[in-house]
């Protein structure tokens, strides 16, 4: 089975959101026996929390429950993931400054590289926690469009 995990900074907005989108399509699919997935996020000040609630609200306008619980990027990560997916270069610089030695830098991503069409230049996923309730349905339409694409590279 290949596992995914998706880390933003806090894990209240955009890596539970992908994890949400991304295991719906897993489930519905008929994968659940060939793909997993999960989120974290790299800082620790949400730890425990639901998602934030403009998400919350955002994604259950589209259908979405997002029910994860905030956790932070921890050791055995590194080991029970195949491929680790960050949000943007920041998080993509911190998971790799916390990489065990020997780590394969090569397993962690950017979610942009899996975006196409008008979201494929983007650098990262903005981080809608600043912004207003369209910044939500933004990322969520950015998230739609790459859990799409890293859906299908990964049944191929």
């Not at 991304?22 to 659940?32: H, P, R, V, Y």
């Amino acid at each position: 089975m290949k596992k995914i995990l998706f880390v933003c900074l806090g894990n209240i907005c955009r890596s539970p959101a992908a994890d949400g989108i991304f295991a719906g399509m897993i489930e519905s699919k008929g994968f659940s026996d060939k793909l997993a997935c999960d989120s974290c996020g790299t800082g620790d000040w949400h730890i425990g929390d639901l998602p934030d609630p403009r998400m919350r609200a955002a994604g259950q306008r589209r259908g979405y429950r997002f029910t994860h619980r905030a956790r932070q990027l921890c050791r055995a990560d590194y080991e029970n993931f195949d491929l680790i997916i960050a949000m943007d270069a920041q998080n993509r610089s911190d998971i790799l400054a916390r990489a065990p030695e020997g780590f394969d830098a090569a397993r962690v991503k950017l979610f942009t590289e899996f975006c196409s069409g008008k979201f494929a230049s983007l650098g990262g996923v903005p981080d809608p926690y600043w912004s207003g309730d369209d910044g939500f349905d933004q990322v969520l339409d950015i998230l739609e469009n790459g859990c799409a694409n890293l859906f299908s590279a990964q049944t191929e």
